[in-house]
Nanobody, 123 residues
Framework: EVQLVESGGGLVQVGGSLRLSCAAS????????IGWFRQAPGKEREGVSS????????YYADSVKGRFTISSDNAKNTVYLQMNSLEPEDTAVYYC????????????????WGEGTLVTVSS
């Protein structure tokens, strides 16, 4: 059974930082791209960042470039999203997801989803 367990969300002030974790199990970690989507209230789910776990290629949405960093610990089957310089617009539920190609980071291309973790950035 595939499981994606997110953690690390919470309440942070503008300019602050959070690190999200996604612990994966039930599939071969190195065979896929893993990353993050987010969905703010009343908005569509959007791709944030992804990583090709076996060799480290990454994708970032323009809105987070230079502020967010994705990484993976293949020994722990875990992907991280370090989020710095957080803005109110980053407030959303963040979902971990597994897909086939790290550049095709759109919701309909994902195979598996986590339950999500809420990030709230207060001004």
């Amino acid at each position: 059974e595939v499981q994606l367990v997110e953690s690390g969300g919470g309440l942070v002030q503008v300019g602050g930082s959070l690190r999200l974790s996604c612990a994966a199990s039930g599939f071969t970690f190195d065979d896929y791209a893993i990353g993050w989507f987010r969905q703010a209230p009343g908005k569509e789910r959007e791709g944030v960042s992804s990583i090709r776990t076996f060799e480290g290629s990454t994708y970032y949405a323009d809105s987070v470039k230079g502020r967010f960093t994705i990484s993976s610990d293949n020994a722990k089957n875990t992907v991280y999203l370090q989020m710095n310089s957080l803005e109110p617009e980053d407030t959303a539920v963040y979902y971990c997801a597994v897909g086939g190609r790290y550049r095709d980071w759109v919701p309909y291309a994902m195979y598996y989803w986590g339950e999500g973790t809420l990030v709230t950035v207060s001004s």
